[in-house]
Structures are given as structure tokens and as C-alpha cells.
């Protein structure tokens, strides 16, 4: 019997013990899908008998060991992908001669793509076995090893989402991709551990140019980072946007009564108006008399006529004159979800707030990575959610939105995000960055799921959302559920399975150093795998 170590069941959160080391015959470590973070236990990379190791789908932060290839002479497969590891890829891993599949995708990696991943040294003949070779959604940067083309083994090669920039090397020629028609296949003996290796038809080199053509043009090339957001080809001209007067909003809204009256927010109110072709409206009027409000005017309008996407909301007309200025937006006929949560006669089931966050995840996804200028929304909370017909969300209201046009962060003097929600650096400090959305995603992560508040009058002193959360996982995470949920659930077993992932997800997200907060990229991706995992669960159960 081979010796392994495996636990694919969800653990509480935790390190990975360093006593793994101690295992010195150990060949397959399994660890997938649990809740661990901190760094990678460094003497994993010391077991010389090590085959084959597996680490996807935890919080594990921190570096790779710079000589983690030294020691792993038999290691033929390593998973790591779908944690938040950042720094370089370690030249070392070469030394692991080998390997067959690599995959590291969905990290924080950065840098060029090590040179010798390609190159085939006289004495051990590199990487030549390798197969697979998966370092998608990381933050790599520079062009593509020429030492690639010494891949002879390679069947499946993924670059995407990252910075890459440059020409296909030439090298990559020698490749032949062509593989047996589609078919699983294990790593030798050791099916019970379900590697399997994912083999892709290419017939012709054309096919497999075209392919990595796609994976580069898909991405930022280098140097047009900083390119502004008023140059995407894709705006909106203003002309092209319907054209309404003052008194046609003044009839669609019957004078602005307060029977239409949707909500209010920081700089203004919203009414439901009906145009004349019978058309719904959401109709945002900006009071002028408030400090900012122009201001938020000018910015909003300037990043909704080039946002386009169906978890934003869409912008119909505006209405700009010297004493009014209103924006006319798509009307979201299933209101907004704080109207959701907290109304006696609605309730949304377990399925449904997932399917919510995940479309505001996609959202600032979007936001975040979708242009090269990214945009920071800066105020997510429940009520800025709109949910259409078909329950959709919507994010909305960019009135303090920003634009990080000269780099990853700015700074400053006055905050106006709503308390309970802001980023502590936000409210101490005045950074404004991508990943202070992803803090206020973090609560309204918690909120939609315990129906409580940040601000909830039980909230005194230490205690937080955050601090009942963490110590609801030493007893029951069920404990500070949303009991309408809990009524309207007949799966008990595949619902707190998913809260404790989704409220695991949740504490990741907020580490109070911005640079300790998981990508948001990362938090969409785990929380499509927990919206599947339910489903099968419950189709099992």
C-alpha cells in the first residue's frame, strides 16, 4: 500500500500542520476544497518521496519556497491552484524533473514566467515529461519562455488572464499537440486519488497559434495600462443616449410626487417614472443644494456611458440644466436587497442569495478587471443592489465611484461611503482601491445570509458581524442564520455545508491590511464551485 495523506472533507479553519513533514515516506497529499490559509507548510517540499500533491481550492497566502524543486526528485503532479499564493514562480520547480502537470491557476502570482519551466538541461532533461501546464487568471507579466518549445511532452498549455504581452516564440513550433482522440487517463497506478489529464485534439499548428493568439489578446498588453477610460472604443456617445426634457420627467414622475418616490440616497432621490411610450424609468434627481452633488453628477455619468453589463445597471437619459440634473435609468421592477432581507413579506430562499452574490461578484469583477482603468465603486451595500424580474442583480448608484487611473490606489480628503460597510483605510485614511470593495463585499456577503446589519444595535463594544461569524464556526454556523432562511430549507445537511463555505469565503475577505484580502476574481470563482457543490449536494441528498 502506497502512503498517503488525504482529507477532502471541509475543516475548520486552520494552518496546515508542519507535522506533515515528519512523513518522510509520504507519495500523495490531498488537501483540496477545506478552509486552510496562512502560508505552505515548507517541509511538504522536503518528502523526497513525494508523487503527487494537492492543495487547490484553500486561503494559503504567502510565497512558493524558492528551492522547492530540490527535493522533490519523484514529484509528478502539483495542484495549488485557487488560493491567493503570490510572488514569483520559483525557477526551482525545474529541478523537479518529473512532472507531468502543473497547474497553478487562479493566484496572485507575478513576475515573468520562469525560462527554465522550458529549458532542458544536459544533465536531468528539464520538464520534458511535462503535460499540463495551467498558470491561468494570475498576474504574470513579460512574453512567453522561447525555452517553451523544449516542452516536448505538452498537451495542454493555458496562459490566460494574465498581463503577458509580446509575440508566440517560434520555438513554440516543435510542439505538437496533436493528441489520442479525448479520453480520461490516470497517472499510472494511482486512480484512486482521480488525477486525471485532460488531453485537447489540435491537428494542425495553425490551430494551436490561433489558440494562444486568443489567450494574449485576451489580456492588457504592456503599455497600455494606464490608457484612460474615456478612450475604450466601446463608449457611449452621449447623442446616441434618448433625449428627455424636464417636463417630460416632471409628467413620467406626476411632479415628482412622493407616491413614485423609489428611495433616497447620499446626493438625491429616485421616483419611478412612465415615458410616454408607456416605457418604466428609474429617475435619479440630484439635490443641488448638496455639497459633492455636481461632482457626483459628472462622475456618475461619465462611468455609466461606458459600463456595459448585465449585472450593471443601464442608463437610458440624462437631464442636465443649470438649476436640475437627473439621471434617467433602467427601472429594476423587484426593488433592491436590502427590501429583500428585511420586509415581512418577502424572503429569498438559499439558492437565491447565492445566485445574488454571485452576480454582484461578477459585477465588480467586471468593474475591476474589465477595463484598464479600473473602477472602484466604493459604496456596495444592500440597498445599491437592484434586482430585476428575473431576480438578477443589479450593482447601482455610482454617484462616489472612482476611476484608479494612475495606479492601484488613491487618496482622499473627504469619505462619504456609508458607516458599517467602508474599508477601515477608507475611513481612517482616505484609500480608495479595489480592495476596499471587496471588504464591503465581505459584509454584505455576512448580511445577506445572518440578516443582520453591521450597524445592529447588538454590535457593541468587540463584538462586530465579523466577530459573531468567526465564533459561530466553533459551534454552529445555523446559529446566526437567517431563520426565514432555516424555515424555508428541507436539506439541513447541504445548507450549513454551504453557509460554512460561503461564510468562510466571507472572513477572507476582510483582513484588515487591504493586501491580505482575497482577489475578487478568487471570491467569484469559489463562490460558483459552493453554488454547485449545494446543488449536487442537494440532487444527492
Known sequence: MRPLAALATEVDRGAIPSEIGNLQNLEYLNLEANNFFGTITLEIFNISTMQEIRI??????????????????????????ENELSGTIPASISNASQLIIVVLTINSFSGLIPK?????????????????????????????????GGLVSLELLDLASNNLSGEIPKSLEVLRLNVPPCKEASLGPKKAMGVRILKYVMPTLGLMILVLSVVLVSRKLHGKKNSKLSNNKDSMPLSTWRRVSHQQLLEATEGFSANNLLGEGSFGSVYKGTLLDGTYVAIKVLNLELEGAFKSFDIECEILRHIRHRNLGKIISVCSNIDFKALVLEYMPKGNLEMWLYSNTYCLNMLQRLNIMIDVATALEYLHLGYSTPIVHC??????????????????????????????SLTQTMTMATIGYMAPEYGSEGI?????????????????????????????????????????????????????????????????????????????CCADLPEQRIHIKNVLARLNKIKLKYLHDQQSG
Open 116 to 148: 527554465t519551466l522550458g529549458h532542458i538541461p544536459e544533465t536531468i532533461g528539464g520538464l520534458i515529461s511535462l503535460v499540463n501546464l495551467s498558470l491561468a487568471v494570475n498576474q504574470l507579466e513579460g512574453s512567453i519562455p522561447i525555452s517553451f
Open 432 to 508: 480608495v482601491s479595489t480592495r476596499g470593495d471587496v471588504y464591503s463585499y465581505r459584509i454584505l456577503l455576512m448580511e445577506t445570509f445572518t440578516r443582520k446589519k453591521p450597524i445592529d444595535d447588538m454590535f457593541t463594544g468587540e463584538m462586530s458581524l465579523k466577530r459573531l461569524v468567526e465564533e459561530s464556526f466553533s459551534l454552529s454556523i445555523l446559529e446566526v442564520i437567517d431563520s426565514n432562511l432555516l424555515s424555508n430549507e428541507n436539506d439541513y445537511a447541504a445548507m450549513e455545508t454551504c453557509l460554512s463555505a460561503t461564510m468562510g469565503l466571507a472572513l477572507h
Open 379 to 408: 459604496d456596495l451595500k444592500p440597498s445599491n443592489v437592484l434586482l430585476h424580474e428575473d431576480m438578477v442583480g443589479h450593482v447601482a448608484d455610482f454617484g462616489i465611484a472612482k476611476l484608479l487611473s494612475d495606479g492601484t
Open 56 to 81: 487547490t481550492d484553500n486561503y494559503l497566502s504567502g510565497t512558493l519556497p524558492s528551492n522547492m524543486g530540490h527535493f522533490l526528485p519523484n514529484l509528478t503532479a502539483i495542484f495549488l491552484g
